[in-house]
Each structure stands twice: as structure tokens, then as C-alpha cells.
């Protein structure tokens, strides 16, 4: 067995002892290094692992994670794979980066893992196609499979019960927009943008105003959502209100028919923006900074100065949690708020979040085979409902829709529901140019440097070029 630089595959050998004339085989020491973003399912995945996993092969298997801040994963990755030093054998990758790691020759193509393994192609064939399409194909929707689910996520509403139920704080919205102030998970879940905007109008507080029948402690904010510059950060929460509002963004299944110029930019994508901006006027003023990230909102909720924070469920553990939230005791949650359509419909899209596991090319037939079982460990239907059970979520749909699945955890009653609303960013080998220069962008509309049609149309402008070059559009 080859012993390749940064892959610890200890004792790659299986002798045979006689005793007494039976053979004993010795058991391999195998090592798996992975990447991973640092945040709670991927926490969870290690403790798992740990504290439950036994391989069928009766090998010692070892997982090795690497946990990488958010705003750092994708650089420090890319710097990994593309300086040659083989470091990692298995990544749980962002759904993103399957195009240019495919093409870069780095992450291994997984069809004939699953074909040798029937009863897990059932399993993986039974993942919602959402989900299944963002986090395994590439091209895009097709049935060239690179990733397995590792943890899906949607957006949601986290939302303060005490603050929105409060006798009088209904009574003044509801004589203020004759409309009633969003309580219960079903109030949530009917929310338009509108209502959110309302919301975030209605519930900003100097300290020491009355709110909810007490002096607030300190300035009070009736909404947030993603604001930030870093990553992908504001591109996650502004596509979802672009696709809502009959708007889109470069379609790479169109690939080279599709444009970029008047599509990006449509009157109804800068309609979409401008709604996105304008809501950011009734939000922390971090927000204006274009440093409001996922992180921030989620401390500023926990913290007790938002009534509303639209958020990730992967981010949702530490709102439960009486040491990290101050909030805890008083939570509803739904889903996030959508776009009444013409035809009286709500219109929900979402980007996409969550991430596969992906296996390296230059992984070990050892490992690859350890590496596999361990998926089908973790995408076992008791290991599925664990994860749930401890706040991570599961797009296998005999998992999601048992009855007990909403039982978890509060926000589980929103997940089913979104998934068929669920979109994705590209996959294209150019999509770290496209991101980086778009985020750009939104940070100067969000900042108030540019407004929203200038803002697309360089978009717009950008990604035309670029895709142009690159053979994408003709």
C-alpha cells in the first residue's frame, strides 16, 4: 500500500499469525483526515463518530478532523488541493465548490461506490432531489454524483415569543397596520417580507422605551438577517428574495443559452434588492456595515436585542442554550417569510445551504472503503434521527417525515416544508470569481455606496464577461 504525505494509513499491511494452527488477521489502522467547516453538525459528526462509531471491517479507523472557522474554509481548502500536499482524503465540502474541484481534478466522482452498493444507492436515490441534486451533482441536476449528504440546512425564522405575543405590543401593531403582530409558528410561517419589514418598523426601540410592558434594557430591533461581506454571506439571503420576486440569477443548466446581462439584472432582481436594502434601515447598525454575517445575527438574537433573526438551523443549537443564549426560555420559530405571487400563492425560494462529504482523488482503496462505510453509518435512519435529535437535520424523507421528526426541535416543524423551495448557487469552476466579485458588489449597495440597479448591472456586467470567456454563454 502507497503511504502518501498527510494520509495516516498506519500499519498498511495484514499479516497472518499461525497460533495453533488458526489464523488471525490482523486488523488495519486506518486514518481519515477531514475538512470541515467548525460549527455545530460538524461538531456533532466528530462526537458521533467517537462515541458510537464501530467499523463493519473490524479495522481501528480514526477520524482526523480539521475544523476550519467559516469565513477561512473555502481559502484554506483551496490552498490545500491546489498546493499538491494531498493533505486531506475526505472534506465536507460547501455544495459550491464541486465544479471547480471536479474540473481541478481533486474530488472523486462517487457513481461507482454507490452502483457496487445497491441497498446505498436506495438510500442515497431516497434523499430529497433538492438537497440530493446541490450536494452530489455535477454538472448541476445531473446523475454524475461527487458528494453525500453530510448535513442539509434551510433558512428560518427564530423569533421571540415574548416580545411578539405581549397583550400590548399586539394590540399597537394590530392598530398601527390592521394587521395581527406574527406570534405562533403558523403566524411565522404566513409572513410575507412585508410583514417582516413591518415588524422590523414596529419593534425598534431606544433603551429605555416601554417594550413588552418593560423599559428595554438596551437599543431594541425588531429584525435582522445576513448582511456580510465575507464569504457568501449576503449572496444567501438576497438570491432567495431575487427568485421570490419573479427575478433570477445565471442558470448554469441553461449553460451556453443562458445569459447573465438583463437576467441578473431584470427590473424584478433590482425590485428585490432594493426590498432587501431597504429592510436593513430596521436592523442593528452592524448591518450597514456589511459585517452583519450569520454569526453576528445569531449573537445579537441570543443576546436579546433582535425580535427576529432570519438564520440557519445549523446555528439554531445555540439559541436553545441557556449558557449562550439569554433567550432561550422564549422561542417560536417558522418558516422564513416568502413573496405573495400574482396568483395568490406565496412564493418561497431559498438559497440552499448545507454540505456533502466529497472524497479526494488521491484517497486509498483503505480508506475510500472505510470512508464509505461511515457514510452509510451516518445516513442510517437511527444515526439520522440521532442528528436530528441533537440539532442537525436529515433529507432523507422516511427520516423527515416520520411523525416524531417535528418533535426534536422547535424549528423541525419549518424543515419539510422548505425543501421543496430549496435553489442553489452555481457549481461552475468560475464560482468563486462570481461570488467574490457579487459580494463585493452587495457590500457597496449595503454600505450605501451604490444603489441597487448599479449594483446589478455590474454584476450583470461581470459575470456576462467571465462566462463568456470561459465558454458558459455564447
Same mark, same amino acid.
Given at each position: 500500500?502507497?503511504?502518501?504525505?498527510?494520509?495516516?494509513?498506519?500499519?498498511?499491511?495484514?499479516?497472518?499469525?499461525?497460533?495453533?494452527?488458526?489464523?488471525?488477521?490482523?486488523?488495519?489502522?486506518?486514518?481519515?483526515?477531514?475538512?470541515?467547516?467548525?460549527?455545530?453538525?460538524?461538531?456533532?459528526?466528530?462526537?458521533?463518530?467517537?462515541?458510537?462509531?464501530?467499523?463493519?471491517?473490524?479495522?481501528?479507523?480514526?477520524?482526523?478532523?480539521?475544523?476550519?472557522?467559516?469565513?477561512?474554509?473555502?481559502?484554506?481548502?483551496?490552498?490545500?488541493?491546489?498546493?499538491?500536499?494531498?493533505?486531506?482524503?475526505?472534506?465536507?465540502?460547501?455544495?459550491?465548490?464541486?465544479?471547480?474541484?471536479?474540473?481541478?481534478?481533486?474530488?472523486?466522482?462517487?457513481?461507482?461506490?454507490?452502483?457496487?452498493?445497491?441497498?446505498?444507492?436506495?438510500?442515497?436515490?431516497?434523499?430529497?432531489?433538492?438537497?440530493?441534486?446541490?450536494?452530489?451533482?455535477?454538472?448541476?441536476?445531473?446523475?454524475?454524483?461527487?458528494?453525500?449528504?453530510?448535513?442539509?440546512?434551510?433558512?428560518?425564522?427564530?423569533?421571540?415569543?415574548?416580545?411578539?405575543?405581549?397583550?400590548?405590543?399586539?394590540?399597537?401593531?394590530?392598530?398601527k397596520y390592521n394587521k395581527k403582530l406574527p406570534c405562533t409558528g403558523e403566524e411565522l410561517d404566513a409572513m410575507t417580507w412585508d410583514d417582516f419589514r413591518n415588524v422590523g418598523e414596529f419593534l425598534m426601540r431606544k433603551k429605555g422605551d416601554m417594550l413588552a410592558g418593560a423599559p428595554a434594557e438596551d437599543?431594541?430591533?425588531?429584525?435582522?438577517?445576513?448582511?456580510?461581506?465575507?464569504?457568501?454571506?449576503?449572496?444567501?439571503?438576497?438570491?432567495?428574495?431575487?427568485?421570490?420576486?419573479?427575478?433570477?440569477?445565471?442558470?448554469?443548466?441553461?449553460? #451556453?443559452?443562458?445569459?447573465?446581462?438583463?437576467?441578473?439584472?431584470?427590473?424584478?432582481?433590482?425590485?428585490?434588492?432594493?426590498?432587501?436594502?431597504?429592510?436593513?434601515?430596521?436592523?442593528?447598525?452592524?448591518?450597514?456595515?456589511?459585517?452583519m454575517d450569520i454569526f453576528k445575527t445569531a449573537e445579537l438574537f441570543q443576546e436579546g436585542k433582535v425580535a427576529m433573526n432570519i438564520n440557519w438551523i445549523g446555528l439554531g443549537e445555540a439559541a436553545l442554550d441557556p449558557k449562550t443564549s439569554k433567550v432561550?426560555?422564549?422561542?417560536?420559530?417558522?418558516?422564513? #417569510?416568502?413573496?405573495?405571487?400574482?396568483?395568490?400563492?406565496?412564493?418561497?425560494?431559498?438559497?440552499?445551504?448545507?454540505?456533502?462529504?466529497?472524497?479526494?482523488?488521491?484517497?486509498?482503496?483503505?480508506?475510500?472503503?472505510?470512508?464509505?462505510?461511515?457514510?452509510?453509518?451516518?445516513?442510517?435512519?437511527?444515526?439520522?434521527?440521532?442528528?436530528?435529535?441533537?440539532?442537525?437535520?436529515?433529507?432523507?424523507?422516511?427520516?423527515?417525515?416520520?411523525?416524531?421528526?417535528?418533535?426534536?426541535?422547535?424549528?423541525?416543524?419549518?424543515?419539510? #416544508?422548505?425543501?421543496?423551495?430549496?435553489?442553489?448557487?452555481?457549481?461552475?469552476?468560475?464560482?468563486?470569481?462570481?461570488?467574490?466579485?457579487?459580494?463585493?458588489?452587495?457590500?457597496?449597495?449595503?454600505?450605501?455606496?451604490?444603489?441597487?440597479?448599479?449594483?446589478?448591472?455590474?454584476?450583470?456586467?461581470?459575470?456576462?464577461?467571465?462566462?463568456?470567456?470561459?465558454?458558459?454563454?455564447?
Amino acid at each position: 500500500m502507497t503511504k502518501m504525505k498527510g494520509v495516516a494509513v498506519a500499519a498498511g499491511f495484514a499479516a497472518t499469525l499461525m497460533t495453533g494452527g488458526a489464523s488471525l488477521a490482523l486488523a488495519e489502522e486506518v486514518t481519515l483526515t477531514m475538512a470541515v467547516p467548525d460549527w455545530p453538525p460538524t461538531r456533532i459528526m466528530k462526537k458521533f463518530f467517537d462515541e458510537q462509531y464501530k467499523p463493519a471491517s473490524g479495522n481501528t479507523v480514526k477520524l482526523d478532523v480539521d475544523f476550519i472557522p467559516w469565513p477561512d474554509f473555502y481559502t484554506r481548502v483551496n490552498a490545500s488541493l491546489t498546493s499538491g500536499e494531498q493533505k486531506y482524503n475526505f472534506i465536507v465540502s460547501d455544495s459550491q465548490w464541486l465544479g471547480a474541484f471536479v474540473e481541478g481534478g481533486y474530488f472523486r466522482k462517487i457513481n461507482d461506490l454507490l452502483e457496487a452498493d445497491p441497498d446505498f444507492m436506495a438510500t442515497f436515490k431516497s434523499i430529497h432531489p433538492n438537497p440530493l441534486n446541490a450536494y452530489s451533482t455535477y454538472p448541476h441536476k445531473s446523475e454524475n454524483y461527487y458528494g453525500f449528504p453530510q448535513f442539509p440546512d434551510v433558512l428560518v425564522n427564530f423569533a421571540r415569543s415574548d416580545i411578539l405575543c405581549h397583550e400590548e405590543e399586539q394590540k399597537n401593531f394590530q392598530a398601527k397596520y390592521n394587521k395581527k403582530l406574527p406570534c405562533t409558528g403558523e403566524e411565522l410561517d404566513a409572513m410575507t417580507w412585508d410583514d417582516f419589514r413591518n415588524v422590523g418598523e414596529f419593534l425598534m426601540r431606544k433603551k429605555g422605551d416601554m417594550l413588552a410592558g418593560a423599559p428595554a434594557e438596551d437599543d431594541f430591533y425588531g429584525i435582522a438577517y445576513q448582511a456580510g461581506k465575507g464569504y457568501d454571506f449576503s449572496s444567501m439571503q438576497i438570491n432567495g428574495l431575487i427568485w421570490q420576486m419573479g427575478g433570477n440569477t445565471w442558470d448554469e443548466t441553461q449553460v #451556453p443559452n443562458g445569459q447573465a446581462e438583463g437576467v441578473v439584472n431584470s427590473p424584478e432582481a433590482v425590485a428585490a434588492l432594493e426590498k432587501y436594502l431597504d429592510m436593513i434601515q430596521f436592523m442593528p447598525p452592524l448591518a450597514k456595515t456589511g459585517t452583519m454575517d450569520i454569526f453576528k445575527t445569531a449573537e445579537l438574537f441570543q443576546e436579546g436585542k433582535v425580535a427576529m433573526n432570519i438564520n440557519w438551523i445549523g446555528l439554531g443549537e445555540a439559541a436553545l442554550d441557556p449558557k449562550t443564549s439569554k433567550v432561550s426560555d422564549k422561542l417560536v420559530f417558522g418558516q422564513m #417569510p416568502g413573496t405573495m405571487g400574482a396568483d395568490g400563492k406565496m412564493q418561497r425560494w431559498s438559497n440552499i445551504g448545507g454540505q456533502p462529504f466529497v472524497l479526494t482523488t488521491w484517497t486509498t482503496d483503505a480508506q475510500i472503503k472505510e470512508a464509505v462505510e461511515f457514510v452509510k453509518w451516518w445516513l442510517s435512519p437511527e444515526i439520522q434521527h440521532q442528528f436530528a435529535a441533537n440539532g442537525g437535520q436529515s433529507a432523507i424523507k422516511s427520516v423527515y417525515e416520520d411523525p416524531k421528526y417535528v418533535t426534536y426541535r422547535p424549528w423541525n416543524r419549518a424543515w419539510a #416544508p422548505q425543501l421543496d423551495w430549496q435553489k442553489d448557487v452555481w457549481h461552475v469552476p468560475q464560482f468563486f470569481e462570481l461570488l467574490t466579485q457579487q459580494q463585493d458588489q452587495f457590500d457597496l449597495a449595503i454600505t450605501g455606496k451604490q444603489d441597487a440597479k448599479t449594483t446589478l448591472d455590474n454584476v450583470a456586467k461581470f459575470q456576462q464577461n467571465l462566462l463568456t470567456e470561459a465558454g458558459l454563454i455564447q
